[in-house]
């Protein structure tokens, strides 16, 4: 029973169950897509692909996300449950060009 308990401990399922992956791609210091529609009500996996050969700060107020993403390097953000709306985030180092929006619906 003790080893049964410590395994459950030690790997726990459902901690980080996500319904989907979504991606976002810096290129140009620009986010693509600029929108992203995910579903509501939904835990998930945005992955932060930057491509360019810069780094960049995902930030969100919005998603109370700050995330530092180094040149030519990949991020994982899991999001959500997020309620119906538009969440806005940009990139702190490009704020004039790298904007979006995710909308949950």
Known sequence: MK???IIALLFPLNVFAVDADYKLVIRD???EPA???IPANKKLLLLIENQDATAEEFDSHALNREKMISAHGTI??????LSPGSYPFSGEFHEDTAK?????R
């Open 29 to 31: 210091h620009r986010f």
């Open 3 to 5: 080893k049964v308990l």
């Open 100 to 104: 979006g929006t995710l909308i949950a």
């Open 35 to 37: 929108e992203l529609t």
């Open 76 to 81: 994982k953000l899991y999001i959500g449950p």
